[in-house]
Nanobody
């Protein structure tokens, strides 16, 4: 049974940094693309960062240059380093894993991901 468990969400002031982690269990397919998504109240879930098995990364324009996604296959853990946080980054953040490799153009599309974590809340105050 695949489980993805996010951690690291908390409240932070604007300009601060956070690192989210996503521990995967029951899941050892290093070919699978993985990503970070977020959902703010009354908004659709959006893809913000993803990484494929080759280490190719893709970012939403809203986080490009501020967020960095990485994965440690040996530890089955996905990370999201978030710097220069803004109030508009406030959301519930989810990690997700696809059932295999995703093409680069589909990395940020939520419906392409099969497994999801329960989410972790990030609140950025001004």
């Amino acid at each position: 049974q695949v489980q993805l468990v996010e951690s690291g969400g908390t409240s932070v002031q604007a300009g601060g940094s956070l690192r989210l982690a996503c521990a995967a269990s029951g899941f050892t397919d290093s070919r699978s693309s993985m990503g970070w998504f977020r959902q703010a109240p009354d908004k659709e879930r959006e893809g913000i960062a993803a990484i494929d098995m080759y280490g190719y990364t893709r970012y939403a324009d809203s986080v490009k240059g501020r967020f960095t996604i990485s994965r440690d296959n040996g530890k089955n853990t996905l990370y999201l380093q978030m710097n220069s946080l803004k109030p508009e980054d406030t959301a519930t953040y989810y990690c997700a894993a696809a059932d295999g490799h995703l093409a680069w153009w589909s990395l940020l599309v939520p419906r392409n991901y099969k497994y999801w974590g329960q989410g972790t809340q990030v609140t950025v105050s001004s």
